[in-house]
């Protein structure tokens, strides 16, 4: 943090945190704040205040979650949002007009001291976010932003903002009252001094600054009891609609907070705050959830580290085969304005992709997130082709042809002939061993996995698979991508299935078996859901393709044995039956348009009509989610993936493994590594040798380990 007073008898407080592009609070920033602005208070030379930032695109990312996450003590916690509210209090109180200039990211901590100033102006640029994140994190949040958002813009924005954590842009904070004005870049300095030279001009006093009244209609909701239960009441159906409060309390408790806003005086309602965050900060929710932001943020760091080879640069692409996958692909990386020539044999698989893409981007549009021009030129960065050519020049090309090992060889094989020398050749395979698919190859060096999931541009992980021969370069080149495209990527070594199916693999075949065995699908879906899952095995069979997972299946019998073996029996009848699941409409659900799938009984009779069963959900959640914890720690054990974290990430970002439960592994610590161990043991001896604990996890219980440190 700098400081300086300006030729205008401004003080101007700059941002400027050394070595990094982000600009984070902590208790030393803190304390440092507090000691400059009692400095502040008694001065009389000073006509006004600006924050500021020295780094473009960045105003204040919000508190150091380092920091936060350390704590475990709920008087702790509450103590440390008193102090930070204190200091932004002092902000509000101070006599001289104080504004925040902000020019780009602004979240929590960051929006709570704009909040704590008279005004905030903002720059007319897309780097600029505001918003109150702390719900993705499992916390309120804790600086008087929970108190002050809602009288500055009426209970329903407040509440959109604070429940959802959604971060807005500089034109969308103008309108709902969050900013004030918004001025060009290059201008936003020197129109915040303005502002503050004026007010100070007019000689107002800081209470009648400091909260301005809101429109008529949000007043009205504040103060009328009915009113205000019926805004309440709608916000909570729509935070349940989205998480359970038992799982996921932190949306909750900040309807509890924007109440007390409303309804109480600012001081009264700052305690509320902060004791709402000192009861969340411990928990177990929002440890995960931090504990994933940080994991997430690590994986995405794009620094080489020393003793890594660096990336290549990817500035053209390729991709061959435009179907769901290959055009996916390619509109993500011409949406992050990377030249793509897009391969393919038929000419209906390219117009689709050019469809789909096209329609992605005039959805944006319309939801005015990007102009129609940045809409055509994005577009115009594909390149569509019905042959090899064009592909000289790509510093990578990735293959997302069908699944089919000989037609990817020859793919493989025919374009090695036209990519240029280090041309790095990236397949989308989901289930073929990539040495297999380099083993024709010129180069296998050159050959590596780059695992995409289904929908390419909404699913957050990609696994990046090293083939025997493959070099560091492509892997380090593919990851890098993989960073630039949003993704994050998980460094997988080749096998079956590599992480995430594999180990995915394992619930499926388990809830195959118990259908079998007579447990009901509408019993069985809904216990997954309870734990946590986004949907139930049978329906996620079904999202699959009941012939892609008997595929899978029969790949990963094959690879690893009985203990990975399906009772195929189901597949086989359901795929004989033409129920193909989601994609023809039938499978374990009748899928119709746009409505909720309805499971279809005739399933039962399609099956044998096994002689119902019933099981307590426990007994379904113990069977599905241990059979994954003991195939995660094979896979750790076989040096598949190197840390416990690679699978926790991959489970939550390419399954949806309950985020609040911090990932597969760490569910399995916090059960207690010796209890997983008991149940999988008499499991075992009830239903298999399948459920035999795995090695590692039997040597963990005799040196009495954990997959992470306690904390
Ligand atoms: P798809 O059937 O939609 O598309 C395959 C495309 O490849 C078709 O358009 C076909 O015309 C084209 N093609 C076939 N031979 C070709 C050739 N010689 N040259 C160029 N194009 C050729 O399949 P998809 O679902 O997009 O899957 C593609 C790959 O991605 C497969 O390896 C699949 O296993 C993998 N994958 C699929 C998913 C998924 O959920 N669909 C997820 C991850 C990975």
Redesign the pocket.
């Known amino acids: 943090m700098l400081w300086h007073v300006d030729e205008d008898s401004v003080l101007r407080i700059t941002f400027d945190r050394k070595g990094d592009k982000v600009n984070l609070l902590n208790a030393d920033i803190l304390q440092e704040l507090d000691h400059l602005l009692q400095d502040v208070a008694g001065r009389t030379d000073l006509k006004g205040l600006v924050f500021q930032s020295s780094k473009p695109g960045m105003f204040l990312a919000g508190m150091d979650i380092e920091q936060i996450a350390s704590v475990n003590d709920s008087a702790r916690a509450a103590d440390g949002a008193r102090q930070g509210q204190a200091v932004f209090q002092r902000v509000a109180d101070l006599s001289l007009p104080t504004a925040a200039a902000i020019g780009g990211t602004c979240l929590g901590g960051g929006t709570e001291l704009a909040l704590a100033c008279d005004f905030r102006i903002a720059a007319d640029d897309d780097k600029v976010r505001m918003g109150l994140p702390e719900v993705q994190l499992g916390i309120i949040p804790g600086f008087g932003g929970s108190q002050r958002l809602p009288p500055l813009v009426g209970m329903p924005a407040a509440l959109d903002l604070i429940l959802t954590g959604r971060m807005i842009d500089a034109r969308r904070a103008k309108r709902i009252g969050l900013v004030d004005r918004v001025v060009p870049a290059a201008y936003l300095e020197r129109e915040a001094v303005k502002l503050v030279l004026e007010a100070s001009e007019r000689g107002v006093d800081s209470t009648t600054r400091a909260i301005r009244p809101s429109r008529f209609k949000e007043t009205l909701m504040a103060r009328v009891g009915p009113l205000r239960r019926y805004v309440l009441d709608r916000a909570r159906r729509a935070a349940e609609g989205k998480a359970s409060p038992e799982h996921y309390p932190a949306p909750f408790r900040a309807l509890e907070a924007v109440e007390a806003a409303v309804t109480r005086p600012l001081p009264e309602g700052l305690d509320v705050e902060a004791r709402i965050v000192g009861e969340l900060i411990p928990s177990r929710t929002s440890k995960n959830l931090m504990w994933l932001f940080k994991t997430n943020t690590d994986l995405k760091s794009d620094t080489v580290r020393e003793g890594e080879v660096p990336p290549r640069k990817v500035r053209r692409a390729g991709v061959?085969?435009?179907?769901?996958?290959?055009g996916g692909i390619a509109q993500l990386v011409a949406e992050k304005g990377i030249p793509v020539r897009m391969?393919?044999?038929?000419y209906d698989?390219i117009l689709t992709a050019l469809q789909t893409a096209q329609g992605l981007w005039e959805k944006r549009v319309r939801r005015r997130k990007i102009t129609r021009r940045e809409a055509d030129r994005r577009m115009a960065l594909i390149a569509p082709t019905l042959d090899d050519t064009g592909f000289a020049h790509a510093d990578l090309v990735i293959e997302?042809?069908?699944?089919n090992l000989e037609?990817k060889q020859?793919?493989l094989a025919a374009i090695e002939q036209r990519i240029g020398e280090r041309t790095i050749f990236a397949t989308?395979?989901?289930?073929l061993p990539i040495t297999d698919i380099a083993a024709r190859a010129l180069h296998p060096e050159r050959v590596v996995g780059m695992?995409?999931?289904?929908p390419v541009h909404r699913m957050p992980l990609v696994e990046v698979i090293r083939g025997r021969q493959t070099s560091p370069e492509a892997v380090a080149t593919v990851r890098s991508l993989a960073i630039r495209l949003g993704k994050t990527p998980v460094v997988v070594k080749d096998g079956p299935g590599f992480l995430v199916n594999r180990i995915l693999s394992f619930q499926m075949n388990e809830a195959l078996r118990l259908l079998a065995e007579g447990v009901r699908i509408e019993v069985a879906d809904p216990a997954m859901k309870a734990f946590g899952m986004p949907m139930g095995p049978f329906r996620l069979l079904d999202e699959i393709g009941l012939d892609t997972a008997r595929h899978v299946g029969e790949v990963m019998t094959a690879a690893l044995g009985r203990r990975a073996e399906a009772d195929g029996r189901i597949l086989d009848a359901l795929v004989a039956a033409d129920r193909l699941g989601k994609k023809n409409g039938k499978g374990f659900y009748r899928h119709g348009k746009g409505d909720e799938p309805q499971l279809d009984p005739s399933v039962y009779k399609l099956i044998g009509e096994p002689t119902p069963r019933d099981l307590p959900p426990e007994t379904i959640q113990e069977r599905l989610v241990f059979a994954m914890v003991n195939e995660g720690a094979n896979c750790l054990e076989e040096g598949v993936v190197r840390e416990p974290r690679d699978v926790d990430m991959g489970m939550v970002m390419g399954t949806g493994f309950p985020p609040f439960r911090g990932g597969l592994l760490r569910h399995a610590d916090r059960v207690g590594i010796p209890i997983v161990v008991d149940r999988l043991s008499r499991l075992a001896d009830a239903h298999g040798e399948r459920f035999r604990p795995s090695e590692l996890l039997q040597s963990m219980v005799r040196n009495q380990q954990r997959f992470y440190p306690v904390g």
Do not use: C, P, Y
Request: neutral net charge; glycine residues 12%.
């Open positions: 061959l085969g435009a179907g769901i996958m290959g391969k393919d044999i038929r698989s997302a042809v069908v699944e037609v020859q793919v989308n395979t989901s289930s695992h995409f999931f289904n």
